[in-house]
């Protein structure tokens, strides 16, 4: 009599490993080309931000509805609707920006065009992270079900490193700085192809949800997220819903409210302080390639911070905070004040060092000052709080940007700093409450 696995077969979770990863490393990928594809159609460089912030606004709306809907339409069916509005999106944003760059459409309308089309990201490119959780989930029995997720985490963390860092190759002769976008819609139909043929529309062995994930960002957070699948209960009858202002968790919050608009800030100008400082703006490909190394260095940093340091030193909540708080304060500042590309990569490199130990900090001390039973609620305030950060904040750190550079970047210096005076007291606070 034929035996059911106990795990998901290695080609599968090929499959699921390739979706999470493609969905990060795309949209890192444009975010290392765009600063420059604005600069060759004359573009404001407060309107390019913006491009990201509309995705990022979408992907914030629609993740949590998507996250609900594994269990009615499907997981297979989820996963497959992400990868599609990747595809398209990047099919149809690259084909805009193409015509754009030779001259058929006006600068204008190339980028309200190619909005409209980004739009298919941010509202269905959310489905398929939360989809690919749940299906790990439901597939694997509870002993190993952690180590599963933690890969498919994982995935989606080394896709913001390798975005960047191919996109450069990517600039092709006849499509120029469109290339990368059309080739990531290539590769999106060859995971969807795999998706179809590879992965089994099973019914599931246990009931599963998949967690919100947050916006992909070249300095995002590879930590893995917990499927809803815990059956048991927490000690106490108290019904009371978690709030924001609960004072359990109010403090790490505002903890990662307070970082989370510099870190969105520093990923947001970096490309244009690229272009300005190495005289790139006439050469606006080459500078996508300058901007694709610090990216890179950036995510590397942020991996080495969540991946190694974080376990090896066996850091607290709070000590993952204010360290990283200060780390990405000196950083911002060392980036700011830097005149060529060394000083670049290594200011922020060291900054994304700081923001990877604070990210997880934050997350990890709002998780543990509440019991069992609240974790789904603070999981979603944490994801929200992550995601919000890059709708607005990328776009105001452009505006001072333009207005002096170091105005912006003493802002995001000046929220570091503010955190780790604040935090000093008000996390303690928030560690002895839990």
Excluded at 391 to 408: D, F, R, T
Aim: net charge positive; glycine share 12%.
């Amino acid at each position: 009599m034929a035996t059911k696995t106990r795990s998901i077969p290695n080609d599968r979770m090929a499959v699921l490993f390739a979706v999470m990863l493609v969905a990060a490393a795309g949209n890192t990928a444009m975010q290392s080309i765009l600063p420059a594809i604005g600069t060759k159609l004359k573009i404001p460089d407060v309107w390019v931000s913006l491009a990201f912030s509309w995705s990022a606004l979408l992907w914030v709306l629609t993740a949590p509805h998507w996250a609900r809907q594994s269990d009615k339409r499907g997981r297979k069916a989820l996963m497959a609707l992400g990868i599609v509005g990747f595809m398209a999106s990047m099919a149809l944003c690259g084909l805009t920006l193409w015509a754009g760059l030779a001259g058929w459409l006006a600068a204008g309308a190339t980028f309200i065009v190619f909005a409209l089309f980004r739009s298919l990201y941010g509202a269905l490119g959310s489905a398929a992270p939360p989809a690919v959780q749940a299906y790990v989930a439901a597939r694997t029995d509870p002993e190993e079900r952690t180590q599963a997720l933690s890969l498919v985490s994982s995935s989606f963390g080394l896709g913001t490193v390798i975005g960047p860092a191919i996109a450069p190759f990517f600039i092709l002769p006849l499509v120029g700085l469109a290339g990368p976008l059309l080739v990531f819609a290539v590769i999106g139909l060859i995971v969807l192809v795999m998706l179809r043929w590879r992965l089994p529309d099973d019914v599931p062995r246990f009931a599963a949800r998949g967690s919100v994930v947050s916006y992909p960002t070249s300095a995002g957070s590879p930590e893995a997220s917990r499927g809803d699948d815990d059956d048991g209960t927490d000690v106490g009858d108290d019904p009371t819903p978690l709030r924001w202002t609960d004072r359990r968790v109010r403090p790490w919050l505002l903890a990662g409210f307070y970082g989370g608009q510099a870190q969105a800030m520093m990923l947001g100008v970096i490309g244009f302080l690229i272009l300005d400082r190495l005289d790139m703006r006439l050469r606006p490909d080459e500078g996508a390639a300058l901007t694709g190394i610090v990216l890179m260095a950036g995510a590397f940093a942020t991996l080495l911070s969540q991946w190694g340091l974080i376990p090896l030193l066996k850091m607290t909540p709070r000590t993952a905070v204010l360290v990283g708080a200060a780390l990405g304060g000196i950083g911002t500042v060392m980036t700011g004040l830097s005149q060529g590309l060394h000083g670049i990569v290594i200011g922020f490199a060291l900054a994304s060092l700081g923001f990877g130990l604070f990210r997880p900090g934050f997350t990890a001390g709002a998780s543990l000052a509440v019991p069992r039973r609240d974790q789904g609620s603070v999981a979603g305030m944490t994801a929200s709080i992550n995601g919000s950060a890059y709708i607005v904040s990328p776009a105001i750190g452009v505006l001072l940007y333009n207005w002096h550079p170091m105005v912006a970047y003493g802002l995001m210096a000046a929220f570091c700093a503010w955190l780790v005076l604040w935090g000093w007291a008000a996390l303690r606070l928030g560690e002895s409450a839990a």
